[in-house]
Protein backbone atom coordinates (compact mmCIF):
# COMPACT_ATOMS: atom_id res chain seq x y z
CA UNK A 1 0.00 0.00 0.00
CA UNK A 2 1.09 3.25 -0.78
CA UNK A 3 2.04 5.88 2.09
CA UNK A 4 4.00 8.99 2.53
CA UNK A 5 5.55 10.12 5.73
CA UNK A 6 6.66 13.77 6.44
CA UNK A 7 9.18 14.00 9.46
CA UNK A 8 8.45 16.88 11.79
CA UNK A 9 5.11 18.06 12.12
CA UNK A 10 6.48 21.79 13.00
CA UNK A 11 9.96 23.41 11.21
CA UNK A 12 11.44 26.51 12.25
CA UNK A 13 14.06 28.53 10.74
CA UNK A 14 15.95 31.87 10.38
CA UNK A 15 15.55 34.15 7.46
CA UNK A 16 18.35 33.33 5.04
CA UNK A 17 18.77 29.65 6.23
CA UNK A 18 18.59 26.34 4.45
CA UNK A 19 15.09 24.90 4.00
CA UNK A 20 14.81 21.46 4.74
CA UNK A 21 11.47 19.62 4.90
CA UNK A 22 11.36 15.66 4.98
CA UNK A 23 9.34 13.03 3.04
CA UNK A 24 9.87 9.56 2.46
CA UNK A 25 7.42 7.46 0.89
CA UNK A 26 6.08 3.77 0.29
CA UNK A 27 5.16 2.35 -3.22
CA UNK A 28 5.42 -0.97 -5.10
CA UNK A 29 5.63 0.19 -8.09
CA UNK A 30 7.61 3.72 -9.42
CA UNK A 31 5.97 6.62 -7.60
CA UNK A 32 4.68 10.49 -8.56
CA UNK A 33 5.76 12.20 -6.17
CA UNK A 34 4.71 15.75 -5.57
CA UNK A 35 4.82 18.79 -2.49
CA UNK A 36 2.27 21.08 -2.39
CA UNK A 37 2.09 24.46 -0.53
CA UNK A 38 -0.76 25.93 1.48
CA UNK A 39 -0.52 29.64 2.63
CA UNK A 40 -3.18 30.45 5.57
CA UNK A 41 -6.92 30.71 4.52
CA UNK A 42 -5.92 29.52 1.25
CA UNK A 43 -6.32 26.01 -0.63
CA UNK A 44 -3.28 24.48 -1.62
CA UNK A 45 -1.18 25.07 -4.68
CA UNK A 46 1.21 22.96 -6.36
CA UNK A 47 4.83 23.44 -5.65
CA UNK A 48 6.62 21.31 -7.90
CA UNK A 49 6.22 17.53 -9.26
CA UNK A 50 7.82 14.26 -10.10
CA UNK A 51 6.71 11.57 -12.67
CA UNK A 52 9.74 10.58 -14.67
CA UNK A 53 13.42 11.73 -15.77
CA UNK A 54 15.76 13.73 -14.17
CA UNK A 55 15.24 13.05 -10.52
CA UNK A 56 15.81 17.17 -9.30
CA UNK A 57 12.72 18.80 -9.61
CA UNK A 58 12.94 22.55 -9.77
CA UNK A 59 9.47 24.29 -8.46
CA UNK A 60 8.57 27.32 -7.71
CA UNK A 61 9.65 30.01 -5.55
CA UNK A 62 13.17 28.94 -5.66
CA UNK A 63 12.31 25.50 -4.21
CA UNK A 64 13.49 21.78 -5.28
CA UNK A 65 13.51 18.63 -4.64
CA UNK A 66 15.47 15.62 -5.69
CA UNK A 67 13.55 12.01 -5.88
CA UNK A 68 16.10 9.30 -4.37
CA UNK A 69 14.56 5.81 -5.03
CA UNK A 70 17.52 3.85 -2.95
CA UNK A 71 16.54 5.99 0.32
CA UNK A 72 12.56 6.56 -0.88
CA UNK A 73 12.68 9.99 -0.47
CA UNK A 74 11.41 12.87 -2.26
CA UNK A 75 13.07 16.25 0.58
CA UNK A 76 12.05 19.64 -0.44
CA UNK A 77 14.91 22.05 0.05
CA UNK A 78 15.81 25.80 -0.61
CA UNK A 79 18.89 27.44 -0.10
CA UNK A 80 17.52 30.55 1.55
CA UNK A 81 14.73 31.22 3.28
CA UNK A 82 12.61 33.91 2.97
CA UNK A 83 9.64 35.53 5.18
CA UNK A 84 6.83 34.93 2.78
CA UNK A 85 7.74 31.00 2.66
CA UNK A 86 5.86 30.53 6.11
CA UNK A 87 2.91 28.40 4.94
CA UNK A 88 2.17 24.67 5.38
CA UNK A 89 4.19 22.01 2.82
CA UNK A 90 2.36 18.79 2.09
CA UNK A 91 4.28 15.56 0.25
CA UNK A 92 1.93 13.54 -1.90
CA UNK A 93 2.07 10.14 -3.85
CA UNK A 94 0.54 8.22 -6.86
CA UNK A 95 1.35 5.82 -9.00
CA UNK A 96 -0.45 6.43 -12.27
CA UNK A 97 -2.05 9.59 -13.79
CA UNK A 98 -5.49 7.17 -12.88
CA UNK A 99 -4.75 6.84 -9.62
CA UNK A 100 -5.50 8.39 -6.08
CA UNK A 101 -2.76 11.33 -4.57
CA UNK A 102 -2.21 10.21 -0.56
CA UNK A 103 -1.15 13.28 1.06
CA UNK A 104 1.12 13.47 3.84
CA UNK A 105 0.02 14.95 7.37
CA UNK A 106 1.80 18.39 6.41
CA UNK A 107 4.62 19.91 7.67
CA UNK A 108 4.15 23.47 9.28
CA UNK A 109 7.12 26.44 8.32
CA UNK A 110 7.62 28.96 9.88
CA UNK A 111 10.61 31.80 9.21
CA UNK A 112 11.89 33.66 12.33
CA UNK A 113 13.61 37.05 11.57
CA UNK B 1 -7.95 33.43 -15.81
CA UNK B 2 -10.57 32.63 -12.63
CA UNK B 3 -9.91 29.68 -10.40
CA UNK B 4 -11.93 27.45 -8.42
CA UNK B 5 -14.39 29.29 -6.77
CA UNK B 6 -16.36 28.05 -3.40
CA UNK B 7 -18.96 28.98 -1.44
CA UNK B 8 -19.56 29.96 1.07
CA UNK B 9 -15.98 30.66 2.76
CA UNK B 10 -17.26 30.39 5.80
CA UNK B 11 -20.93 28.52 7.33
CA UNK B 12 -21.93 28.52 11.13
CA UNK B 13 -25.16 26.22 11.35
CA UNK B 14 -26.40 24.35 14.18
CA UNK B 15 -26.42 20.81 14.61
CA UNK B 16 -29.25 19.07 12.61
CA UNK B 17 -29.43 21.57 10.05
CA UNK B 18 -29.12 20.72 6.11
CA UNK B 19 -25.35 22.40 4.92
CA UNK B 20 -25.14 22.90 0.69
CA UNK B 21 -21.72 23.94 -0.34
CA UNK B 22 -20.69 24.63 -3.84
CA UNK B 23 -17.71 24.84 -6.41
CA UNK B 24 -17.28 26.18 -9.48
CA UNK B 25 -14.49 24.49 -11.45
CA UNK B 26 -12.21 25.72 -13.67
CA UNK B 27 -13.34 26.02 -17.39
CA UNK B 28 -12.18 23.28 -19.36
CA UNK B 29 -11.18 20.62 -16.56
CA UNK B 30 -12.61 17.47 -16.55
CA UNK B 31 -12.22 16.03 -12.91
CA UNK B 32 -13.50 17.65 -10.26
CA UNK B 33 -12.68 16.34 -6.06
CA UNK B 34 -13.94 17.85 -2.91
CA UNK B 35 -11.82 17.07 0.17
CA UNK B 36 -12.11 17.77 4.04
CA UNK B 37 -9.58 18.90 6.02
CA UNK B 38 -9.18 18.77 9.51
CA UNK B 39 -6.09 19.45 12.78
CA UNK B 40 -6.89 15.66 13.84
CA UNK B 41 -7.70 13.78 10.29
CA UNK B 42 -5.47 15.78 8.17
CA UNK B 43 -6.63 16.31 4.50
CA UNK B 44 -8.99 13.37 2.88
CA UNK B 45 -10.57 12.75 -0.52
CA UNK B 46 -14.24 12.65 0.02
CA UNK B 47 -15.27 12.11 -3.48
CA UNK B 48 -14.29 12.57 -7.10
CA UNK B 49 -15.75 13.32 -10.42
CA UNK B 50 -14.75 12.79 -13.90
CA UNK B 51 -16.82 14.17 -16.58
CA UNK B 52 -19.76 15.03 -14.47
CA UNK B 53 -19.64 11.09 -13.34
CA UNK B 54 -18.82 9.88 -9.89
CA UNK B 55 -15.83 7.61 -10.12
CA UNK B 56 -14.83 7.48 -6.46
CA UNK B 57 -17.24 8.40 -3.58
CA UNK B 58 -15.24 5.79 -1.08
CA UNK B 59 -14.22 8.64 1.15
CA UNK B 60 -17.53 10.42 1.86
CA UNK B 61 -18.06 9.34 5.71
CA UNK B 62 -21.44 8.52 5.96
CA UNK B 63 -25.61 8.78 4.40
CA UNK B 64 -25.67 12.04 5.48
CA UNK B 65 -22.68 12.86 2.69
CA UNK B 66 -23.71 13.87 -1.06
CA UNK B 67 -22.56 14.74 -3.74
CA UNK B 68 -23.95 16.30 -7.28
CA UNK B 69 -22.51 17.52 -9.91
CA UNK B 70 -25.65 18.37 -12.47
CA UNK B 71 -22.83 19.84 -15.02
CA UNK B 72 -18.81 20.68 -16.05
CA UNK B 73 -19.18 23.96 -14.47
CA UNK B 74 -21.30 23.08 -10.71
CA UNK B 75 -20.94 20.84 -8.05
CA UNK B 76 -22.44 20.62 -4.60
CA UNK B 77 -21.37 18.80 -1.38
CA UNK B 78 -24.24 18.43 0.75
CA UNK B 79 -24.49 17.82 4.70
CA UNK B 80 -27.83 16.32 6.12
CA UNK B 81 -27.97 16.13 8.92
CA UNK B 82 -25.49 17.91 10.23
CA UNK B 83 -22.94 16.93 13.29
CA UNK B 84 -20.54 19.06 14.98
CA UNK B 85 -18.36 16.45 14.04
CA UNK B 86 -18.48 16.98 10.28
CA UNK B 87 -16.65 20.93 11.50
CA UNK B 88 -14.22 21.16 9.19
CA UNK B 89 -12.35 23.46 5.94
CA UNK B 90 -14.24 21.64 2.62
CA UNK B 91 -11.99 22.04 -0.37
CA UNK B 92 -12.88 21.41 -4.25
CA UNK B 93 -10.19 20.97 -6.37
CA UNK B 94 -10.31 20.60 -10.42
CA UNK B 95 -8.18 18.91 -12.64
CA UNK B 96 -7.45 18.14 -16.57
CA UNK B 97 -7.57 14.63 -16.99
CA UNK B 98 -9.20 11.61 -15.35
CA UNK B 99 -7.64 11.07 -12.65
CA UNK B 100 -6.13 12.74 -9.33
CA UNK B 101 -2.94 10.62 -10.19
CA UNK B 102 -0.94 13.20 -12.31
CA UNK B 103 -0.71 16.13 -9.11
CA UNK B 104 -1.86 19.22 -11.08
CA UNK B 105 -4.61 19.79 -8.58
CA UNK B 106 -5.70 23.31 -8.77
CA UNK B 107 -7.64 24.18 -5.47
CA UNK B 108 -10.45 26.37 -4.02
CA UNK B 109 -9.82 28.80 -0.66
CA UNK B 110 -12.03 26.37 0.77
CA UNK B 111 -15.43 26.66 2.56
CA UNK B 112 -15.33 26.33 6.84
CA UNK B 113 -18.22 25.06 8.33
CA UNK B 114 -18.19 25.07 11.57
CA UNK B 115 -21.63 23.20 13.45
CA UNK B 116 -22.19 24.01 16.81
Known amino acids: AQSVTQLGSHVSVSEGALVLLRCNYSSSVPPYLFWYVQYPNQGLQLLLKYTTGATLVKGINGFEAEFKKSETSFHLTKPSAHMSDAAEYFC???????????FGSGTRLSIRP | DAGVIQSPRHEVTEMGQEVTLRCKPISGHNSLFWYRQTMMRGLELLIYFNNNVPIDDSGMPEDRFSAKMPNASFSTLKIQPSEPRDSAVYFC??????????????FGEGSRLTVL
Open chain 1, 92 to 102: AVSYSSASKII
Open chain 2, 93 to 106: ASSLGAGQGSGELF
